[in-house]
């Protein structure tokens, strides 16, 4: 497996959920990882992205809610997704951190359901 998500599920708005995504080391070792997240009917979008050093950055609609992270030693990241809105629907993706369209592969996804 390159690229696996898991953690989805339904919560309702106001609620929290957790993510994970296990990686190949090849896509992992040395690389930004991010997290993106298509909504039905939606483009693809990034909305966290974290650098080899544990620097981070948010997407202004997931700022302040949403936190990612990563474990070097088990090529794995996170996203700690907080006070959920019925917005933030979607599949979440993860992936390393590149331009949208450069991307060819994008492994298993996670279904994100959030309830009003």
């Known amino acids: 497996v390159q690229l696996q998500a898991s953690g989805g599920g339904l919560v309702q708005a106001g609620g929290s959920l957790g993510l994970s995504c296990a990686a190949s080391r090849t896509i992992f070792s040395g690389n930004a990882m991010a997290w993106y997240r298509q909504a039905p009917g939606m483009q693809r979008e990034k909305v966290a992205t974290?650098?080899?050093?544990?620097?981070?950055r948010y997407s202004d609609s997931v700022k302040g809610r949403f936190i990612i992270s990563r474990d070097n030693t088990r090529n794995t990241i996170a996203l700690e997704m907080n006070s959920l809105k019925p917005e933030d629907t979607a599949i979440y993706y993860c992936?390393?951190?590149?331009?949208?369209?450069?991307?060819?592969?994008w492994g298993q996804g996670t279904q994100v359901t959030v309830s009003s």
């Open positions: 974290i650098t080899t050093r544990y620097s981070t």
């Open positions: 992936n390393s951190d590149r331009d949208l369209g450069s991307i060819i592969y």
